[in-house]
């Protein structure tokens, strides 16, 4: 299967505790977004890369949210310091660059359940 | 972006075309429309985009007015695994873009036997 990858797939944690989500994009993708999305909403956006360059940030990543994408290959989403609210499905996409941008391959998600 | 309204619900027997209407009345002349679909715990797909021209590809097919405000997505034959969350969006796909999507609420499409 080559298409878009997450792990894990499902996440409990504490309030107050860091956790760490991976993304693998399709291999031949330059861009890499990652998106949130709460139970009954359509999928708010987060943060892209091209490359390992992020560019662009929401206003929805707080200062507790950090997203790298080293080498410009896979890339991990953290939250530091978890709270209630941060309970959602993070979603992870890639595309090509240019106007294929929009046409984004996404992953299953990683499920976050703050207790 | 330009806003869009989609009904919120809609259904649709087995095997008849499933024609999926999206408002978008101040969409720009340089904005295209994207349809993506999400099944239930899955990821969302993308299925067609358009700018003017009607547009076909083996997934569906995507009828845009001439006055470039509104637009319907059809599945001609749907199937019960087309039933999903189907999101129209109206952005801007060319020059230095970067591939925000922006989702609304979408259309809860059921496909009954």
Known sequence: DTGVSQNPRHKITKRGQNVTFRCDPISEHNRLYWYRQTLGQGPEFLTYFQNEAQLEKSRLLSDRFSAERPKGSFSTLEIQRTEQGDSAMYLCASSLGGVRSYEQYFGPGTRLTVT | ?113
């Open chain 2, 1 to 113: 972006d330009a806003k869009t309204t989609q009904p919120p619900s809609m259904d649709c027997a087995e095997g008849r075309a499933a024609n999926l209407p999206c408002n978008h009345s101040t969409i720009s002349g340089n904005e295209y429309v994207y349809w993506y679909r999400q099944i239930h715990s899955q990821g969302p797909q993308y299925i067609i985009h358009g700018l003017k021209n009607n547009e076909t590809n083996e997934m569906a097919s995507l009828i845009i007015t001439e006055d470039r405000k509104s637009s319907t997505l059809i599945l001609p034959h749907a199937t019960l695994r087309d039933t999903a969350v189907y999101y129209c969006i109206a952005t801007n796909a060319g020059g230095t873009s970067y591939g925000k999507l922006t989702f609304g609420q979408g259309t809860i499409l059921t496909v009954h036997p």
